[in-house]
Antibody
Framework: QVQLVESGGGVVQPGRSLRLSCAAS????????IHWVRQAPGKGLEWVAL????????YNADSVKGRFTISRDNSKNTLYLQMISLRAEDTAVYYC?????????????WGQGTLVTVSS | SSELTQDPAVSVALGQTVRIKCQGD??????ASWYQQKPGQAPVLVIY???SRPSGIPDRFSGSSSGNTASLTITGAQAEDEADYYC???????????FGGGTKLTVL
């Protein structure tokens, strides 16, 4: 069955870095765009970044541009999110989500999320 | 505009019908998808495309779209439908994703 498993979250001080991973299984990883989505405590969902199926295109939300980098290793069926210069407002549960859509976004499978807490 | 707008909260009596709306300029070009999220859980896709449901989603959930507005309708709401509902879609550029602010559904 399709599974997405995030890891790498934790408590980090402001200004420090963290790398999240999303391990995929149960489907052909190279056929799908994958996204990162986050949710601050008690808040709504916020799209963070997209990596195309073949790694040729990446897009980031303005709120993380220049600080977060999305990448993928198709040989390991894994998506990454490298986060630098972390701020308190980056505190959130980070989800990876598979995009089933072609001309529209359809997040058909989500991971369980990994919590990132930015605090001194 | 670069946003999707949802009513923050909606309530429905048990067994009645409720419509949750999502408005945004990009919806004139792109279909919205809808997600249900219960406390402490990851979101779950409930509607996508013009009106498609993933396997396992009850047929009381349906979708529609007109102009800049997408709607999620629950016909015969059940207690287990109480949750937060989010819409999402491409923005007008087609390379950034928008989420609505979410609608908290209460089943009375």
């Amino acid at each position: 069955q399709v599974q997405l498993v995030e890891s790498g979250g934790g408590v980090v001080q402001p200004g420090r870095s963290l790398r999240l991973s999303c391990a995929a299984s149960g489907f052909t990883f190279t056929n799908y765009n994958i996204h990162w989505v986050r949710q601050a405590p008690g808040k709504g969902l916020e799209w963070v970044a997209l990596m195309s199926y073949d790694g040729s295109n990446e897009y980031n939300a303005d709120s993380v541009k220049g600080r977060f980098t999305i990448s993928r290793d198709n040989s390991k069926n894994t998506l990454y999110l490298q986060m630098i210069s972390l701020r308190a407002e980056d505190t959130a549960v980070y989800y990876c989500a598979r995009d089933y859509g072609d001309t529209q976004v359809i997040f058909d499978y989500w991971g369980q999320g990994t919590l990132v807490t930015v605090s001194s | 505009s670069s946003e999707l707008t949802q009513d923050p909260a909606v309530s429905v009596a048990l067994g009645q019908t409720v419509r949750i709306k999502c408005q945004g300029d990009s919806l004139r070009t792109y279909y919205a998808s809808w997600y249900q999220q219960k406390p402490g859980q990851a979101p779950v896709l409930v509607i996508y495309g013009e009106d498609s449901r993933p396997s396992g989603i009850p047929d009381r959930f349906s979708g529609s779209s007109s102009g800049n507005t997408a709607s999620l309708t629950i016909t015969g709401a059940q207690a287990e439908d109480e949750a937060d509902y989010y819409c999402n879609a491409w923005d007008s550029s087609g390379n950034h994703v928008l989420f609505g602010g979410g609608t908290k559904l209460t089943v009375l």
